[in-house]
């Protein structure tokens, strides 16, 4: 059974930073493609970044370029998501998936971390 269990979430503030994790079960994270995706409040799902099985090819949305970095732990068998300089549009539900973006109906998906960005 594959289990995909993200941490790290939290509130902060603007400009701030934090590090989400996505500890993986029943499947090698270094096997797969990998994604993250996320949900505002009232909104749909959205696709946040990709990293390629073996991790040296990474993909972003244009909203998180150059502030956000996704790796693999092969060792640990976790994804992380590296998040900079957060803004308060970055609030949201944070899901670890497999596939090339998450959000197929055949792409497993954890069941979130919560990051909230507020003054």
């Known amino acids: 059974e594959v289990q995909l269990v993200e941490s790290g979430g939290g509130f902060v503030q603007p400009g701030a930073s934090l590090r989400l994790s996505c500890a993986a079960s029943?499947?090698?994270?270094?096997?797969?493609?990998m994604s993250w995706v996320r949900q505002a409040p009232g909104k749909g799902p959205e696709w946040v970044s990709t990293?390629?099985?073996?991790?040296?090819?990474?993909y972003y949305a244009d909203s998180v370029k150059g502030r956000f970095t996704v790796s693999k732990d092969t060792a640990e068998n976790t994804l992380h998501l590296q998040m900079e300089s957060l803004k308060p549009e970055d609030t949201a539900v944070y899901y670890c998936?497999?596939?090339?973006?998450?959000?197929?109906?055949?792409?497993?998906r954890g069941q979130g971390t919560q990051v909230t960005v507020s003054s």
């Open positions: 990293i390629s099985a073996g991790g040296g090819i990474t």
């Open positions: 998936a497999t596939g090339r973006t998450g959000l197929a109906d055949d792409d497993f």
């Open positions: 029943g499947i090698l994270v270094g096997s797969y493609v």
